[in-house]
């Protein structure tokens, strides 16, 4: 931002940072630091690592990772070996340092491969096959795609373009999860119906971590077609609260009349990642519909 002094970057730091600030003016201020980038920001984004919602601190990695500022790998190795840290928060570290990508944490990540918890060790196998993806020369000729979400992607998509193709290798619990990955963000890319309702069927298959995934892609499309599967998933109680949290952040970018009355009904839902999550999508929800062009007040907005 233009004219930003360390100052101002702290200020928000502090609202970020401020336990008894509404949750939706924290996230605010989070992708405010995100946006701006920096040694500053990121020091702001450490010190709120010790904070009580699981929510908040999952979002932290996930956005040191977008940031793919090396000056956050030390905090995201601390996080990820934290074992007091929640799974879903040792879990976004993993993927953070994957979306890093720097050669010399292919080692670290190895080290998680065999982690107690699922979700850690899903996404260190994801991260340490991303990493092997990159550093493989042979790769050069498969270009990236371009992707219209701006978003550092655990796997790389696909370069099949058909949708039967794509879900039957989604849906393989076979193939290994990286596979899968890539599948899931080539149906993505596509963003045609069938793709979506190909995406959606994922939401019942494979694990907690895959199935989170594939809300976390839904909420990116942005698309109607998807909203009853994700309600589904939402209104399941006997789901992974993981899954449930992403599928009510997915339903915020949606964003429909149908979304915003869903979201209410579980503000008081007995899982804490799940209340703050609708809270948060309500925020969204929000957002969508103003004039907005960004998920974040302006600086001196969240500073003030």
Known sequence: MCGSSDDKIKAVGRVLNDPTRPL???????????????????????QCFDDTSALLKHE???????????????????????RNQEPMVRHEAAEALGAIASPELQEFLE??????????????????ERLKWLADPGRSAEKLS??????????????????SFLKAVLLDEN??????YRAMFALRNLNTEDSILALAEGLHAGSALFRH??????????SVVSVPHLVRTLEDCSENEMVRHEA?????AVASPECLNVLERY?????????????????????????????????????H
């Open 24 to 46: 939706k003016e924290r996230f605010r201020a989070l992708f405010t630091l995100k946006n701006i980038g920096g040694l500053s920001s990121i020091e702001c984004i450490k």
């Open 111 to 128: 080290t998680f491969l065999d982690d107690p918890v699922v979700e850690v060790s899903e996404t260190c196998q994801l991260a340490v």
């Open 213 to 222: 995934e594939v809300a976390f892609v839904l909420g990116q499309l942005q």
């Open 146 to 163: 371009q992707n219209p979400y701006s978003s550092v992607d655990p796997a790389p998509p696909a370069t099949e373009a058909s949708v």
């Open 175 to 180: 193939k290994s999860l990286f596979e899968r």
């Open 248 to 252: 009510a952040e997915a339903l915020g």
């Open 60 to 82: 932290l990695a996930y956005c040191l990772g977008q940031m793919q500022d090396k000056s956050a790998i030390p905090i995201l190795k601390s996080v990820l070996d934290d």
């Open 267 to 303: 503000l008081q839902d007995e899982a804490r990642v799940v209340r703050e999550s609708c809270e948060v999508a309500l925020d969204m929800c929000e957002y969508e519909s103003s004039p907005e062009f960004q998920y974040a007040n302006t600086l001196l907005q969240v500073a």
